[in-house]
C-alpha cells in the first residue's frame, strides 16, 4: 500500500485533539523529525497512519483516512448543513423517505431470478442501494455527532459495542 500526504487532515485532527507534534511522536513511537515531515507535506506510509490514528482516536481523522486509503464511506463534512444531531436526524429523515419510495421497485426486481432482471431491474437496485448509502452516510455523522458530546469516538463505541455484535451473531467470533 502506497504512502499518502496527510498534513491538512493531520494539523485539522492535533488541533481538535489538542495535542501537539512531540506527544504525538512519542504516543505513536516515531521520530519528532519523521512526524514534522508529515505536517509539512510528506507523505506518510499506512502503517504510520494507522499509528496516528489509533493513537489520536480521532473519529474523523479515522474515517478520512479509510476514505481516502480504502475509499470506505468519507466523512460527512456540508459547507450548507449545520453540524447538529437535529439538523442530521431531520437529514437522515428525508434520506430515508428517499430510499422508502424507491424500496418496492427494487425488492420486486431482487425478488426476480437473475436470469429474468432487465436492465431497469438493475437500475432501481443500483438506485435503493445508493439512496441506502446516502442514509449511512447521514446516519454515521449523526451518531459520530451524539457520540462526541459524550467524549466517545466511534472507534471506542465500536470496541465497546463488539461484543454485543457477536452474541447476537451479526459477527463472527475471533
Not at 512519542?26 to 515531515?37: D, E, Q
Not at 444531531?85 to 428525508?94: K, R
Not at 434520506?95 to 438493475?122: C, F, G, P, V
Not at 472507534?155 to 459495542?161: G, H
Amino acid at each position: 500500500m502506497s504512502s499518502r500526504v496527510i498534513n491538512a487532515e493531520l494539523r485539522q485532527a492535533v488541533q481538535r485533539k489538542g495535542i501537539n507534534q512531540v506527544k504525538l511522536a512519542r504516543g505513536t513511537f516515531r521520530a519528532k523529525t519523521t512526524l514534522n515531515g508529515y505536517f509539512r507535506g510528506e507523505p506518510a506510509p499506512v502503517d504510520a497512519i494507522k499509528d496516528i490514528a489509533n493513537y489520536m482516536n480521532d473519529t474523523l481523522f479515522s474515517q478520512e483516512m479509510s476514505h481516502r486509503i480504502f475509499k470506505l464511506l468519507p466523512p460527512m463534512q456540508s459547507d450548507v448543513y449545520q453540524d447538529s444531531p437535529h439538523t442530521l436526524d431531520m437529514i437522515e429523515l428525508y434520506e430515508s423517505e428517499e430510499r422508502r419510495i424507491r424500496k418496492n421497485k427494487a425488492m420486486m426486481a431482487l425478488a426476480k431470478n437473475e436470469m429474468s432482471m432487465t436492465d431497469d431491474d438493475r437500475e432501481a437496485v443500483v438506485d435503493y442501494a445508493l439512496n441506502y448509502l446516502d442514509e449511512v452516510l447521514v446516519e454515521t455523522r449523526c451518531i459520530e455527532s451524539i457520540l462526541t458530546r459524550v467524549n466517545l469516538s466511534i472507534m471506542d463505541a465500536v470496541a465497546q459495542r463488539t461484543p454485543y455484535w457477536k452474541a447476537q451473531n451479526y459477527l463472527r467470533g475471533e
